[in-house]
């Protein structure tokens, strides 16, 4: 039992001299340890929005969404590429129903050319599958159907950009923690800490935000429009106001990807608010040449799917600027402007959870909650002296020293510390109060069997040391399980269970040893009051 | 300075006596608990059934009729309405309303606008769950405390013997079919939160389960002669005065928190203490006796193939250089 070498003596002492550093800065508050010298850390915990206050919104994307979009965008590649096609090859009875895209080539001798055009519109995956296959049925009808490898790369990409979109929608000037990030294959989860009203942010993220000019098709005829009938090359859109609907080319002469800058202003000629867009320089070309040809004609502006106003041209546009007015207010304008220079997500996005926890409610938690975990552990340290007198003083600094590096570890991580999260820290106190009791009743065990005070000590170490051990290894199981199977909140709790059980053990056994031996080495006690 | 003893030396109390009397009433709580939660059910928050949860603190005393009124107002279905905690506080909830998620999103923001209308300093908890995401997290919470459990007593199988693995399972069943049998008869909710409460009964339990095995195995092998009930009865003595410290120094801790800390974590609170109990309780009297029906006995623990099958093992090729 004497016998404790010197390295690791310093090796434990150094140990937990560093936990306890990185421990400090989560008892101060941030701004005065931004003051600090540099050398003290300053990561701290951060506590979850449940404790802390603020808002949790789950996104989910509609992947049914993305598989539309990729065959309508295939549609249009078909249809305009085999026009330009030289010599050009007419198709008809193109369609997009039951998942496939499927169309008829006219002349059957060019069927094997549209079959290879077809194929050359796709890309392999990876190194797996194309990302489409294509087949030719009846010698010259072309179906082309999206593989999952595919939609699942499709899927992908359209969330991480929608995740840039989200982040940037959330919080455009990139001074807030808020955290966005993608979860599962379609999901996003946004965090906004102190938030206490979700609802701008939920109208904020709740629009695609897909902007695009569209000439009117002045040749549709008003009955079939109004029944919902265009020609072809054209289609129905409703109008934002009015109720009515309008005709448009389904070619856009811009869209917002062309789009450069968005901002919130007054309408030159009544004043009301509305938002100024610029154009980057292939966008602004594009639309001073059909602007030119196309004086006192109309032409749409189009935000998801609705018409906003379709002004008539009077004179060509060639700055790249335009402005769209409509019934806004200067927030919602400032809205739109936000969502337009976020650029348009790609797919639509639903909140599907939301947690919001008002800041004060938060903080009157954690108070009560810090009150109460204070006095439960002075109960707990009072109980553990008036039972094992000087070695329960042992226990007490193991114990305190464990929570204190719990914190440290879970700050070096940058975890998060949430309710259950707390659960997890009672049921780890919880053990390492329960190693110390096992040692020392144990050594009490071996001490009424007649041992030598210091043989006591170092059979109780040995022999409580199993059983540590098993219960220490079962609670880590079902902490790695509970982290891989659990969901957001009983992840939190296996989280700090996992550092607990670890800080736990060496606190409870390697801590309390030392220190005993240290005592013991120093006082050569003839009889122990345990 | 004379220390505690909470246990006296030498104590020696026949547990294993009653062993009979505490299975019927195990077997009796346990099944109860079972047809409490099948017949009433729980009280599942909207964590796992989807809808609405809200909070509203008031800077004056809740005017709950007021508010019953005016949600009422809205058409949004059935709201159940009460105090949460203070007088200034109080909880709504609501169901799923039909139409998906977008409704469910709606309905949220109209409760709160319909209450800050009137009460403009009114702060707000709210919990939004589609039952999609409710669904899953019912699943994943599960499916975290079955794997937790199966681990766990495959581990103990390993270390110990399949007699030890199979107690350890029984007695985390039985402690937490009984939690979950309290929450039924109390119909305190039952969220996200308690499934955390659950795996940390199962942890505590779990730990008090397992330093009374590891202390029969050591007994096994030291009294190789000694009857089951007896040396079971010893190893639980022996250990008796390490569960009672444990078990008070924990309870001791909770009590406090019960009493002092905030009402978010009450129900938290009250189903660790609950279990703390029936964990002691079922160590004692469920794991134990276990392993008396499935006849562990000081053979369990001896070397396999050590005593005949190894004279008769003809020496490999190999070994007989």
Known sequence: MLDFPRWKVWGISLLCLVGLLFAVPSFFPESQVAKWPSWIPSARISLGLDLAGGSHLLLEADTRDVAKQRLEQMQETIRVGLRRHSPPIAIGDISTNGGRLTFMVRNPAQADAAFEFARSQTQPVGLGPRDWTVSMVDQNRIVMTPTQAGLNDALDRAMSSAREVVYNRVDPDGTKEVTVIRQGSDRILVQVPGLQDPEGLKALLGKTARLELKLVDLTADPAQVQAGRAPVGSQVLPMAEGGGRIAVQRRAIVSGDQLIDAKQSFDPQDNRPGVSITFDGRGGRAFGKVTQENVGKPFAIILDDVVLLAPNIKEPILGGQAFISGSYTVASANDLAVQLRSGKLPVKLTVIEERTVGPELGADSIRLGAIASLVATVAVIVFMLVTYGRFGIYATIALILNALLILGIMAIFNATLTLPGIAGFVLTIGAAVDANVLINERIREEQRRGRRVLDAIENGYREASTAIFDANITNVIAAVLMFYFGSGPIRGFAVVLMIGIVTSVFTAVNVTRMLVALWARKSRPKELHI | MRLLKLVPDNTNIDFMRWRNVALMLSIIVTFASIALVAARGLNLGVDFVGGQMIRATFSQPAPIEDIRARIGALGLGDASISEFGNSRTLSIRMGLPPGGEEAANAAGSRVRAAITAKYPDTVFAVDTVSGKVSN??????????????????????????????????????????????????????????????????????????????????????????????????????????????????????????LILGPEVIFGLTIAILLGTFIGTYSSIYISAPVLVWLKVDSNSFLPKNAGTSSAERVPSRNESF
């Open chain 2, 136 to 257: 899953e997290l019912y699943r994943s919470g599960a499916l975290a405390i079955a794997l937790a459990m199966l681990g766990i007593a495959v581990y103990i199988w390993f270390r110990f013997e399949w007699q030890f693995g199979v107690g350890a399972l029984t007695t985390l069943f039985h402690d937490v079919a009984m939690t979950m049998g309290f929450f039924s008869l109390t119909q305190l909710e039952f969220n996200l939160n308690v499934v955390a409460a659950i795996l940390t009964i199962v942890g505590y339990s779990l730990n008090d389960t397992v330093v009374i095995y590891d202390r029969i195995r050591e007994n096994l092998r030291k009294f190789r002669k000694m009857e089951i009930v007896p040396l079971l009865n010893v190893s639980l003595n022996e250990t008796l005065s390490r569960t009672m410290v444990t078990s008070l120094s924990i309870m001791l801790a909770l009590v406090v928190l």
